[in-house]
């Protein structure tokens, strides 16, 4: 049985005090559903906060139970490898608090005019840099300018169709299998998450999909008791 990737994108939200109370409560809730046995998650969990919760997170995932196995992730990086760059955070600078970097979700392609170029030069940066990184795709178009860039790309894949993210409205997880075994078929070593309106209710659906690694998880991530139990609907036992 496979273990799911989970991965939970706070996008713009949670200032610090708000992430270590997000943290503890966990924590807490963790270690009375884990003394249940109702949780038994061995996968990776990546957590994908905002710049400015970085430090203190990283700090504070020290004291967490190391069964719980966080990973720090970032949600953008500068596009530019050279400095000075005001206003802007480099992958240098991020590798000191993060494993994974996000790269081109679809808001801030929508929204922040971030071209399929701009994504490629970031994947490079950070790749460059020794970061992990999350490709966020929503269409086949974008995934083909990703594969003309990075043919041997073997990182993670985020598939998100922007019709689903945020609206309640997740994809039939068979049509997310399909697309993810598109990607999968041009990225060979790739391992695919699908995103988009998962919650506790769809993510075992969604994660018994045959070409489907995992998952990146919005709105529900933001409420510790919802994140768990999404984590305890895929643990393996
Ligand atoms: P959602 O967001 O889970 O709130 O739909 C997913 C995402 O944008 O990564």
Known sequence: MKTPIILANWKSFKNPTEAIDWLEETVILYKILHKKEFLNYQGKIILCAPFLDLPILREELKNAPPELDFVLGAQNLAALDDKPETGEVTAQMLSNYVSYVL??????????????????????????????TVVCLSNLEELKSVAENFPNYD???????????GSGQPEDPKDSNIMAGKIKNIFKKAQ?????????????????????DGVGVGGASLIPSLFLEIIKNVSTN
């Open 155 to 165: 990182g993670l894949i985020l598939y998100e169709p922007p019709g689903a993210i």
């Open 103 to 132: 790269l081109g979700h679809s808001e801030r392609r929508q929204k922040l005019g971030e071209t399929p170029d701009l994504v490629n030069q970031k994947i490079k940066i950070a790749l460059d840099n020794g970061l992990k």
């Open 192 to 212: 695919v998450l699908y995103g988009g309106s998962v919650k506790r209710e769809n993510v075992k659906d969604i994660i018994n999909q045959s070409n489907i």
